[in-house]
């Protein structure tokens, strides 16, 4: 498994920065290639100090911008991701997207072929992640003229036709009858079915497998429903408002506590970096109904979905503000 980063373009910018000390900062799946890029960048740029940052990066709402200020360094490259949908860095930063250099081989796209053809159906909706966007040209051209084939406009001008990111679907809004993510694991996929209310085909490059995973998306529907459902009459509500970078989301805090209050909701505003069940635990009172997380919403459907309260994502609690229950709205 390799990706592209790069690692001359990558010195060169630097070199033109004239930075001394410079922090790199990777995903989880990445951070295993950090010690040999390091090694690469150190023989072109014997003068400038490499710092990795060990911290977890989730997303490219995480840049570590608080890192980077303790650590004086001058630069930071983010590596992984391309800059978030809705913050741009305010400390000079570098994104490389280390897009992977996987190809995908013919008989994959027979594979993808044969599932639309039993499922019937005549449009198809093509997105990826950062890491895959260059494959979504290939697989178009093989599924024209049979299939009409649609590859959506990026929700910024830093992002790819086509790309998705955990909470950001916008480029699948277009007209299809099923949605075909290319990407890796379930995560980008799922997300994607719950934000298209569409069926949904997950192209995985590195297994080779395609999987129509809409039962699953189905599944998780009817937690979050079911979530939806106890929150509903519910009086006290917290609102996590995210301390990370690109998390902290003040006006969707401040709109969802005047709405709930207009309502005769009690509102308690709580700041998080990191948000787990024993976070939300240690601050839980019996008054205390309902949990709202404007920080990440894929922590509520991801990893909060089992907490003994109901844990609501930003467009969930919109559901219940507007009383409108359908469609189920994701992420905001
Ligand atoms: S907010 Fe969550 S889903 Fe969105 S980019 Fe950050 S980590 Fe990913």
Not at 16 to 44: C, D, H, I, M
Request: hydrophobic share 40%.
């Amino acid at each position: 498994m390799s990706y592209v980063f790069d690692e001359s373009a990558l010195s060169q910018e630097i070199r033109k920065r004239g930075a001394k000390r410079v922090l790199l900062q990777f995903p989880e799946g990445l951070r295993y290639f950090s010690t040999e890029l390091v090694q690469k960048l150190s023989s072109s740029l014997p003068d400038v100090e490499f710092l990795i940052s060990g911290e977890p990066s989730w997303g490219a709402c995480d840049v570590a911008e608080d890192e980077a200020n303790l650590l004086r360094v001058d630069l930071l490259v983010h590596f992984g991701h391309s800059p978030y949908t809705w913050y741009y860095p305010k400390f000079p930063t570098l994104f490389v997207r280390a897009e992977s250099t996987l190809e995908l081989d013919d008989e994959t796209i027979s594979k993808l072929k044969n599932k639309l053809e039993e499922m019937k159906v005549n449009s198809v909706a093509l997105t990826s992640t950062v890491q895959h966007a260059s494959l979504l040209s290939r697989i178009k051209k093989a599924l024209t003229p049979r299939f009409k084939v649609e590859i959506g406009r990026p929700s910024s001008p830093f992002m790819n036709d086509g790309q998705v990111l955990g909470c950001d679907y916008r480029s699948a809004m277009v007209e299809a009858d099923v949605q075909v993510n290319v990407s890796g694991g379930l995560f980008h996929a799922l997300g994607l079915g719950l934000a298209t209310n569409k069926p949904v085909l997950k192209l995985d490059p590195y297994t080779k497998q395609v999987e129509d995973i809409t039962p699953q998306v189905f599944k998780i529907m009817k937690i979050r429903y079911s979530k939806i459902m106890e929150a509903m009459d519910s009086t006290t509500w917290v609102i996590v408002q995210g301390l990370k970078v690109g998390q902290n989301r003040p006006l969707m805090v401040r709109s969802l506590e005047s709405k709930l209050k207009s309502m005769g909701k009690k509102t308690f505003v709580v700041t998080s970096k990191v948000l787990n069940q024993d976070a939300l635990r240690n601050l839980d009172r019996s008054y205390i109904d309902v949990f709202v997380v404007t920080s990440c919403p894929r922590l509520p459907t991801d990893d909060l979905y089992s907490y003994e309260k109901p844990v609501l994502t930003p467009g969930e609690a919109k559901m219940i503000i507007t009383n409108k229950l359908e469609p189920y709205i994701f992420p905001w």
